[in-house]
């Protein structure tokens, strides 16, 4: 079945510096990716829908500036957290959108934790 | 007004008994609608689709009522490992986005 390989699962990183988080479709190519985040006890929050090869559409109240997102190419995609700060812990998680069908893909997460 | 709303619980029932979760969403135009199971510090995983006509997978049964815009999911002899976050989950006609409602929290217990 369809894989999206997310990395890392988590990361602990110091407050002002930057974190790069990769998805990475492994047997099929992702038209669309989609990034979420969650705090605990709540949904899972879109972030933004990024698109190979074009610029990424952010939710409201997602800043771009901060949260850089990369879909260079068909099975790969990165959300880089810039200048961390400790309300950007969270559980970041992709969600890949086949070429073929409806379906969706979701990585594993990768928990952050800013101190 | 939240897009898609579910009773947050937490919903604690013994093994074997039957448990539902209702869900409502906002926008008529929502077409697709889904539930989705998350373990705890885990990615959700695909439960079941929910189809008009309403659709059974084993022991979880979805319901889907367009006019009232209301979704429903019955688990059946429940298990310890049906315990989980359920999460509710539609998307928009024209739209690719997944909209994830809060969540229903379960817990079985032996």
């Known amino acids: 079945g369809a894989v999206v390989s997310q990395h890392p699962s988590w990361v602990i990183c110091k407050s002002g510096t930057s974190v790069k988080i990769e998805c990475r479709s492994l047997?099929?190519?992702?038209?669309?990716m989609f990034w979420y985040r969650q705090f605990p006890k709540q949904s899972l929050m879109l972030m933004a829908t990024?698109?190979?090869?074009?610029?990424?559409?952010?939710e409201q109240g997602v800043e771009k500036d901060k949260f850089l997102i990369n879909h260079a190419s068909l099975t790969l995609s990165t959300l880089t957290v810039t200048s961390a700060h400790p309300e950007d812990s969270s559980f970041y998680i992709c969600?890949?959108?086949?070429?073929?069908?409806?379906?969706?893909?979701f990585g594993s997460g990768t928990r952050l934790t800013v101190v | 007004r939240k897009e898609v709303e579910q009773d947050p619980g937490p919903f604690n029932v013994p093994e074997g008994a039957t448990v539902a979760f209702n869900c409502t969403y906002s926008?008529?135009?929502?077409?697709?609608f889904f539930w989705y199971r998350q373990d705890c510090r885990k990615e959700p995983k695909l439960l079941m689709s929910?189809?008009?006509s309403g659709n059974e997978d084993g022991r979880f049964t979805a319901q889907l009522n367009r006019a009232s815009q209301y979704i429903s999911l019955l688990i059946r002899d429940s298990k310890l490992s049906d315990s989980a976050t359920y999460l509710c989950?539609?998307?928009?006609?024209?739209?690719?986005?997944?909209?994830f409602g809060q969540g229903t929290r379960l817990t079985i217990n032996p």
């Open positions: 969600s890949a959108r086949r070429e073929t069908g409806d379906g969706y893909t």
């Open positions: 047997d099929f190519q992702a038209t669309t």
């Open positions: 990024s698109n190979e090869g074009s610029k990424a559409t952010y």
């Open positions: 926008n008529s135009a929502s077409q697709s």
């Open positions: 929910v189809y008009s």
């Open positions: 989950v539609v998307n928009t006609r024209g739209a690719q986005k997944l909209v």
